[in-house]
């Protein structure tokens, strides 16, 4: 059975249970007379956690802690060269992280995020004159390589095969379909230099692939892990939340000192892995205890009893918002930008509690 038909169904004895919760419970918390206009923002939920939720402006965002912070970037400059050992640089914005690594012969770059990659070439010629030969693609995301097109000449391209199968069905000239692919494991060996490309299953999107440079012990792998902040939204919008979990894990016992995470402002470190296992296991026992405690029908209007859709968004708000308080003690001033995500990452986790 298809997990749509399971929900559908599963919705159906949904709705029976409420149509008699909702006979016990008509004329309870829900009072009709001063019921706003249907499809409208009603009475908020009673003790919803004080974290403003999905889609509501805020007067003021909660500070961003110092250790989320990286260094400033020179505005005229627009970008941050940062040094990671032996011609190997992590080039930022402090938004956007991408890489390039100097050989006897030429310049590999490891993605161009569009934010910055008009001035990927001014940064590169601040250490080497030699040109760009290979272009590595750490996924499909234009974020990440939208930027690719405008490095001009005739690299190699090298990616996953998923990434290719993305990039050729999204047919975007501003990102030039791979020349090289594998399908598990890839090892360059340009001059004295070496980066050695695996991949280990949709952890983000398919064909996301983890970048090693083995001499200077600096691992890049993007859109997993999020040095000293808050995931992205929904985790960074993952198609399959245990595997990105389990991907975070994978990152914490591989031998890198540095980590390129291809997001925020400042390298990454183990602690930060650490960190985010943390923070993602706190997210799941909070969602899972939610889960087990909300009950399914609790004060919404009983003229929706016949909407499966209503009862499951209505359960779901009070699911998030129960796993959103008790998240907030610990990690709100932990985390940068816990206010922007933590409703999004409670939605992305109960939903994965229910399906996965
Ligand atoms: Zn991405």
């Known amino acids: 059975m298809s997990r749509l038909i399971r929900l559908i169904a599963s919705t159906a004895v949904y709705s029976i249970l409420a149509t008699s919760a909702l006979a016990d419970t008509a004329g309870g918390e829900h009072n009709a007379s001063t019921a706003a206009p ?11 956690p004080e974290i403003a939720p999905i889609g509501v402006r805020l007067d003021k965002y909660m500070d961003v802690p110092e250790a989320a912070k990286g260094p400033p970037i020179d505005p005229a400059k627009g970008y941050r060269l940062e040094k990671l050992g032996r011609g190997l640089y992590m080039v930022t914005d402090n938004g956007y992280q991408s890489m390039f690594m100097v050989y006897e012969s030429g310049v590999v770059v490891v993605d161009a995020p569009p934010s910055y990659a008009a001035k990927l070439k001014q940064a590169i010629a601040e250490v080497t004159n030699l040109p760009i030969t290979h272009i590595i693609y750490s996924h499909s995301h234009t974020d990440h390589i939208g930027g690719a097109g405008l490095l001009g000449g005739h690299p190699v391209i090298v990616a996953q095969e998923e990434t290719k199968r993305l990039l050729l069905r999204d047919a975007d000239p501003a990102r030039p379909i791979p020349t090289v692919v594998f399908k598990t494991s890839y090892r360059m060996q340009l001059g004295s230099q070496r980066l050695e490309l695996s991949y280990h ?14 001499e200077q012990k600096t691992l890049m792998v993007v859109d997993i892990v999020f040095p000293g902040w808050m995931p992205f939204r929904r985790f960074a919008v993952a198609h399959d939340l245990p595997g990105w979990m389990a991907q975070v894990e994978m990152i914490a016992k591989l031998p890198f000192d540095k980590l390129v995470a291809g997001h925020v402002a400042r390298l990454g470190t183990r602690a930060d892995v650490l960190t985010q296992i943390e923070f993602d296991n706190d997210v799941k026992s909070a969602a899972a205890a939610a889960l087990k405690t909300t009950p ?30 008790t998240l907030t003690p610990k990690w709100s001033n932990r985390l940068g930008a816990f206010d922007t995500f933590v409703w999004d990452e409670c939605y992305a986790m109960e939903q994965s509690l229910r399906v996965d």
């Open 38 to 48: 249907a499809g409208h923002t009603g009475v908020p939920f009673p003790s919803a």
């Open 201 to 214: 299953g949709d952890g983000h999107e398919p064909g996301n692939i983890f970048i090693y440079a083995p």
């Open 296 to 325: 399914f029908v609790d004060g919404i209007n009983p003229a929706d009893a016949g909407n499966p859709w209503a009862l499951t968004d209505d359960y779901t708000a009070r699911v998030a918002g129960s796993c959103v308080k």
